[in-house]
């Protein structure tokens, strides 16, 4: 950004805060355009907008009175030369009042007069950090609305959303804007929780991302990162680390005890270019890649689960470095047994190793491949989890039949089974709907899924076009979300290995929860101990002891009635051997 703007933004910013507090402004102004004077623009011309081109460049802004998707004048952009760098072009959504600590949906249609066209939408502070961004979005030749989720996560109370455009797709292209909102979701529209698979022996998680961070834990309880965690993302100039967007997944994970999957250590996709370019011979790239591995496991000691290799599968997308793990070799799978290996080095006992792959639920013959690669990665003891993506690329055209007989397959290993990237498109809510219904419970109730993860679930997610979201914009439910909620809740689900003895000393989230006068409270015992679970009132004063003998290793729930007890928040913990949690419940009368 040049000096000169800085020092605009600031000037605006003062002015702003001199405004008299009795003056009340919507969140955000003119923004379809309709209070602006027809003709060509530059700077503050616009009410609640800033315009902002480098000099120099052959940049128009106009409003019009034609194209309009709302009303009648909207914003028309011409660009025939493109800036230096991502920030020379930009429509500026300004002063746009807000609440620290509250959620937001900004939304705003675009198209352009012709294909091949792209955008930045960001949304930020006056400090230039963004709470959300959508980058490199492809614009459409007709109308469509563009939509961000942000939650005000500082101290500030006046924002700003800017729309950049010095994408080199954009030359002699004219783009047009209309109808900008930026509202704060109504209650109602607002589930608060608890999060859909409380209370379950099976995880129900989501990607975080500044697109699907808000209410977050709401609705699931374990976390990966989406882009974050690629290699790529993090060290896409070499020896340069960025680690903030991953460290925002992580500590979304740690901070509220939810299972953290960690995706991805090697792939052949969103890796470092500077890794496949020619500059690094095979053993230079392999100290790269135990470079990669160690600064991981340093920087994330508490993964749960670590998706080590992605895609191996031929014609999919293996690792263009393979050669410095090891190539095909003896095995034909070299590559991925070392990669597994140097994880298994590095990363702490208690990470799962997981290898994860498409195209595999309701395919016999790619679940048969796969298998190849999990039985030598299991006769070396190196794999401890199956991951199998659930794309709706691939599910939709696979029968529930042979989606569960893929599934045994990989369950007969005896290794759990998880769903990492599972999404449903349906721009139609109930072809979506008919969809879930049909393919999500024989995934769900299967014993030998341990836990299921969606690939996004608010707007401008990765399949947003095809209609896999499952919030509205105004953060209320599609009805696939909604009867999600229900069926999950609803449904009893358990999880068994080979020797149906669970793995780890567990204790879950009571459900329901609030709940009035009973509740249930499940746990794990890996092996036979005395095991004490206890209730206390906040003040930590004792309730009521629910077991307090010796157990043997199995799967345990007990009902807990408060009904002599008042409303409140309450502790139960269990104590297991040297194993100890505790969590809250809350009665409500």
């Known amino acids: 950004m040049r000096a000169v703007n800085k020092i605009l933004y600031s000037f605006f910013l003062l002015l702003i805060m001199l405004i008299p507090k009795s003056v009340k402004a919507q969140l955000e102004t003119n923004g379809s355009f309709?209070?602006?004077?027809?003709?060509?623009?530059?700077?503050?011309?616009?009410?609640?907008w800033l315009i902002s081109v480098d000099t120099g460049l052959d940049t128009k802004f106009e409003i019009i009175n034609t194209q309009a998707k709302d009303g009648s004048q909207c914003m028309k952009v011409s660009l025939n030369q493109m800036g230096a760098n991502a920030w020379s072009i930009q429509l500026v959504g300004d002063s746009i009042k807000v609440n620290p600590g509250e959620t937001y949906s900004?939304?705003?249609?675009?198209?352009?007069?012709k294909a091949g066209a792209q955008a930045n939408f960001t949304v930020g502070n006056y400090s230039y950090k963004e709470y959300t961004a959508n980058r490199q979005v492809a614009l459409t030749t007709d109308w469509k609305e563009y939509t961000l989720s942000f939650t005000i996560n500082d101290q500030e109370k006046i924002i700003r959303c800017p729309i950049h455009l010095s994408i080199a797709a954009n030359a002699g292209n004219n783009i047009y804007f209309d109808n900008m909102k930026v509202s704060k979701p109504g209650g109602t529209n607002v589930y608060n929780g608890p999060a859909l698979a409380t209370g379950k022996s099976k995880f129900l998680g989501n990607i975080y991302s500044s697109t699907q961070s808000s209410n977050f834990i709401s609705y699931w309880n374990q976390v990966i990162p989406e882009n974050a965690g690629k290699w790529a993302s993090v060290e896409g100039t070499k020896d340069?680390?960025?680690?903030?967007?991953?460290?925002?997944?992580?500590?979304?994970?740690?901070?509220?005890?939810?299972?953290?999957?960690?995706?991805?250590?090697?792939?052949?996709?969103?890796?470092?270019?500077?890794?496949?370019?020619?500059?690094?011979?095979?053993?230079q790239q392999l100290a790269q890649i135990t470079e990669w591995f160690k600064a991981v496991a340093a920087r994330y000691p508490k993964i749960d689960i670590l998706q080590v290799v992605n895609e191996p599968l031929p014609g999919?997308?293996?690792?263009?470095?393979?050669?410095?793990?090891?190539?095909?070799?003896?095995?034909?799978?070299?590559?991925?047994?070392?990669a597994f290996q140097l994880a298994r080095d590095n990363f702490p006992k208690t990470?799962?190793?997981?290898?994860?792959?498409f195209g595999i639920l309701g395919s016999i013959s790619g679940t048969n491949s796969y298998l190849k690669i999990i039985k030598i990665l299991?006769?070396?003891?190196?794999?401890?989890?199956?991951?199998?993506?659930?794309?709706?690329?691939?599910?939709k055209s696979a029968s529930a039949s042979d989606i569960r007989t893929t599934i045994d397959s990989l369950w007969a290993t005896g290794l759990p089974v998880y769903v990492t990237e599972m999404d449903v498109d349906g721009t139609d809510d109930n072809v979506q709907l008919a969809e879930y219904k049909r393919i999500f419970p024989t995934i769900w109730e299967h014993k030998g899924i341990y836990g299921i993860t969606f690939w996004g679930w608010r707007r401008g997610l990765w399949r947003d076009s095809n209609g896999a979201y499952l919030i509205n914009?105004?953060?209320?439910?599609?009805?696939?979300?909604?009867?999600?909620?229900?069926?999950?809740?609803?449904?009893?689900?358990?999880?068994?290995?080979?020797?149906?003895?669970?793995?780890?000393?567990n204790l879950f989230d009571n459900y329901p929860n609030p709940f009035n006068p009973s509740t249930n409270i499940s746990y794990n015992i890996a092996k036979e101990t005395n095991v004490k679970l206890e209730v206390f009132d906040i003040l930590g004063r004792h309730v009521q002891t629910l077991v307090d003998k010796q157990q043997s290793p199995g799967k345990?729930?007990?009902?807990?009635?408060?009904?002599?007890?008042?409303?409140?928040?309450?502790?139960?913990?269990?104590?297991a051997g040297t194993y100890s949690s505790i969590k809250k419940l809350v009665l409500m009368k």
């Open 351 to 357: 990470t799962k190793l997981m290898m994860n792959e």
């Open 556 to 575: 345990y729930n007990i009902e807990f009635n408060a009904g002599i007890l008042t409303s409140g928040v309450y502790i139960y913990r269990l104590q």
């Open 240 to 283: 340069v680390m960025n680690w903030t967007e991953l460290d925002a997944a992580y500590n979304l994970a740690i901070n509220n005890k939810l299972p953290f999957n960690f995706h991805v250590l090697v792939w052949g996709q969103q890796q470092p270019s500077w890794m496949t370019d020619g500059s690094l011979n095979a053993t």
């Open 473 to 505: 914009t105004d953060g209320s439910e599609r009805p696939s979300m909604t009867w999600l909620k229900s069926y999950v809740q609803s449904t009893v689900v358990d999880v068994k290995n080979e020797s149906g003895i669970p793995s780890d000393f």
């Open 378 to 395: 299991k006769s070396k003891k190196l794999i401890d989890c199956i991951g199998v993506q659930g794309h709706a690329f691939t599910t």
């Open 106 to 113: 900004l939304s705003i249609w675009v198209k352009a007069e």
């Open 34 to 48: 309709e209070n602006s004077k027809l003709g060509l623009v530059t700077g503050n011309d616009v009410k609640g």
């Open 316 to 338: 999919h997308n293996p690792a263009q470095y393979k050669a410095a793990l090891g190539g095909d070799g003896s095995t034909g799978w070299d590559w991925v047994v070392n």
